[in-house]
Nanobody, 118 residues
Framework: QVQLVESGGGLVQAGGSLRLSCAASGLTFSSYTMGWYRQAPGKQRELVASITSGGSTNYADSVNGRFTISRDNAKNTVYLHMNNLKPEDTAVYYC????????????WGQGTQVTVSS
């Protein structure tokens, strides 16, 4: 059974930093593209950042230069380092694991709340 467990969310002032972690189990972690998505109230879920099995990264324009995604395959964990946080970064952040071999596999964590106060 695949499980993705996020941690590290919380309340922070604008300009501050947080590090989110997502611990994965029940899958061959190193073969999956890992991503962080977020959903603010009344808005659609959006991609924040992703990292492929080979280490290539992709960022939403709104976070490029402020957020960094990384992975530790030995610990089956993906991280999202968030710096210079802004009130508009307030959202529930979700971890995602995705792989397409014979068919597409898509797994989600339960989410962790990030609130940035102005």
């Amino acid at each position: 059974q695949v499980q993705l467990v996020e941690s590290g969310g919380g309340l922070v002032q604008a300009g501050g930093s947080l590090r989110l972690s997502c611990a994965a189990s029940g899958l061959t972690f190193s073969s999956y593209t890992m991503g962080w998505y977020r959903q603010a109230p009344g808005k659609q879920r959006e991609l924040v950042a992703s990292i492929t099995s080979g280490g290539s990264t992709n960022y939403a324009d709104s976070v490029n230069g402020r957020f960094t995604i990384s992975r530790d395959n030995a610990k089956n964990t993906v991280y999202l380092h968030m710096n210079n946080l802004k009130p508009e970064d307030t959202a529930v952040y979700y971890c995602n694991a995705r792989r397409t071999v014979l068919f597409r596999e898509d797994y989600w964590g339960q989410g962790t709340q990030v609130t940035v106060s102005s």
